[in-house]
T-cell receptor
Framework: LAKTTQPISMDSYEGQEVNITCSHN???????ITWYQQFPSQGPRFIIQ???TKVTNEVASLFIPADRKSSTLSLPRVSLSDTAVYYC???????????FGAGTRLTVKP | EAGVAQSPRYKIIEKRQSVAFWCNPI?????LYWYQQILGQGPKLLIQ????????DSQLPKDRFSAERLKGVDSTLKIQPAKLEDSAVYLC????????????FGPGTRLLVL
């Protein structure tokens, strides 16, 4: 499984767009990129998954450059309730073995 | 649709005692996972079941941890005997299949070993 690197923490203010970048230099051809969100005292929750270019859903967008060695999770107009830990995971589509790192702790301030 | 249920939510025991956690996955989900999350770290996979068979238990400390999933539905994770370093949140998750599908997590059981 590809190793991922993401910032330990980030601060933002309500209404701003937040971009969290994850590096995965050793990503394999059949690997997908998945992001999960975890609020305090809760289990992680799936946000978005992609393979290349751009994926968008009602919660976030995921940008993946052509070389796929990094990816960026974009949260539009964050609110205080977006304060959470965000995890980037990389692995093959036929394998649900997810190795969570420490994630990025996002704090949204008023 | 009901989510993943776990019980108890909290447990405090003394070292060398035994403890068991229970998980009821989302109905119809074939795959069930147990994770250990130590404070400040991401979840670590302990064991993965596909129906009632074990797919991956490579990170399960088998000298003290055991898990079973009878009839391919509910699952129980046991620690015997517990050590101080077992203090953590134990998360159960389930997914429809074993591919890279969305995993749905329960609220977890917070264990404190004194």
């Amino acid at each position: 499984l590809a190793k991922t690197t993401q910032p330990i923490s980030m601060d933002s203010y309500e209404g701003q767009e937040v971009n969290i970048t994850c590096s995965h230099n050793n990503i394999a051809t059949n690997d997908y990129i998945t992001w999960y969100q975890q609020f305090p005292s809760q289990g992680p929750r799936f946000i978005i998954q992609g393979y290349k270019t751009k994926v968008t859903n009602e919660v976030a967008s995921l940008f993946i450059p052509a070389d796929r060695k990094s990816s960026t999770l974009s949260l539009p107009r964050v609110s205080l309730s977006d304060t959470a830990v965000y995890y980037c995971l990389v692995g093959p589509y036929n394998n649900n073995d997810m190795r969570f790192g420490a994630g990025t702790r996002l704090t949204v301030k008023p | 649709e009901a989510g993943v249920a776990q019980s108890p939510r909290y447990k405090i025991i003394e070292k060398r005692q035994s403890v068991a956690f229970w998980c009821n996955p989302i109905s119809g989900h074939a795959t069930l996972y147990w994770y250990q999350q130590i404070l400040g770290q991401g979840p670590k996979l302990l064991i993965q079941f596909q129906n009632n068979g074990v797919v991956d238990d490579s990170q399960l400390p088998k000298d003290r941890f055991s898990a079973e999933r009878l009839k391919g539905v509910d699952s129980t994770l046991k620690i015997q005997p517990a050590k101080l370093e077992d203090s953590a949140v134990y998360l159960c998750a389930s997914s429809l299949g074993s591919g890279r599908e969305t995993q749905y997590f329960g609220p977890g059981t917070r264990l404190l070993v004194l």
